[in-house]
């Protein structure tokens, strides 16, 4: 009976051998490159975001740029044609303020944004190409295992001096998924060791320094 149980367990988990030898290739890959750098640290007020908009109100941040060919690309959905934008705080006085992001703004009764809109807004503005000095980019790779039911996953997410072509901090992760769908992934913060999560990394706050004026 024990044996029986036992092997009941090994299919459990789709298999003894075939998770070990996932596992190990995961930590394989972690060892290669996994990890977090940084280069340089620099002081912005703003960037382009390749991955898409955020929200600025919450960001200590006065400015964003971004480009989407899709519509609703922006945090509230409130850009709904294809384009590069520029996204920024301004002071409500100087009548720049988009109107989809007030309507959208008012709508939320808990701080910041009630105190936000008192006296400042968000101004979109509609640009030819991106001209931020520095630029956030986040790229994924996934292939299958050899028995093409695994899959692996490489994270690199990291920030460009556009000027130089210099990176200046980059984050890099592996994840391994035993069955896509029906088991959770797991990453390199999975094994012992200095594998920070995204999350523990924040690239974005270990690279950009912001002072408010």
């Known amino acids: 009976m024990k044996k029986i149980a036992i092997i009941f367990l090994c299919f459990g988990l789709y298999g003894c051998g075939f998770k070990s030898d996932g596992l190990a290739t995961l930590k394989d890959l972690c060892k290669k490159d996994a990890g977090v750098t940084i280069y340089k640290t620099v002081e912005v007020d703003g960037y382009y975001d390749t991955t898409g908009g955020f929200d600025l109100v919450v960001s200590p941040y006065k400015f964003y740029e971004f480009c989407d060919d899709s519509p609703s690309a922006s945090k509230f959905n409130v850009i709904p044609d294809p384009g590069c934008y520029r996204v920024e705080k301004v ?4 009548s720049l303020c ?5 309507d959208a703004l008012v709508k939320l009764v808990v701080e910041p944004y009630p105190e936000f809109i008192k006296n400042n807004c ?7 190409k991106p001209v931020a000095r520095y630029s956030y980019h986040s790229d994924f790779k996934k292939w299958k295992s050899d028995n093409g039911n695994a ?9 460009l001096d556009q000027k130089t072509k210099d990176i200046l901090g980059r984050y890099i992760d592996y994840s391994f998924n035993a069955k896509p769908g029906h088991t959770t992934a797991k990453s390199c913060d999975f094994f012992d060791g200095d594998y920070m999560s995204f999350l523990e990394a924040n690239l974005l706050k270990s690279v950009f320094k912001f002072e408010e004026k």
């Not at 968000?122 to 030819?128: F, G, P, S, Y």
């Open 91 to 94: 002071k409500r006085k100087t």
């Open 122 to 128: 968000i101004a979109v503005t509609k640009i030819e």
């Open 151 to 159: 899959e692996y996953t490489r994270s690199d997410v990291y920030i």
């Open 98 to 102: 988009h109107q989809g992001y007030d």
